[in-house]
């Protein structure tokens, strides 16, 4: 059974999972139809990021998988037998 700690920890990753994505939904989909003089776009960032921040997400995510699948493969070894 789920402690009120792991509760806590998961509504918050819920919520902040939910903010980013209704933040980037907005910031991609709904921004580019609104004026460029209105106020609302001090809020964001410029749509360049829109493609920069996944990109080096992946490319971050990528690493840590592979520097995990790495490190798992090299614990995991076997001595080499000696033939003598």
Do not use: C, N
């Amino acid at each position: 059974q789920a402690t009120a700690t792991d509760q806590l920890v998961g509504f918050g990753l819920v919520a902040f999972s939910l903010v980013l994505f209704v933040y980037y939904t907005l910031w991609i989909i709904v921004l580019p139809f609104i004026d460029s003089d209105h106020g609302i776009h001090q809020y964001f960032l410029p749509r360049e990021y829109a493609v920069i921040i996944p990109v080096v997400a992946g490319l971050l995510l990528l690493l840590f998988i592979g520097v995990f699948i790495i490190f798992i493969m090299w614990k995991s070894r076997k001595p080499a037998k000696k033939s003598d």
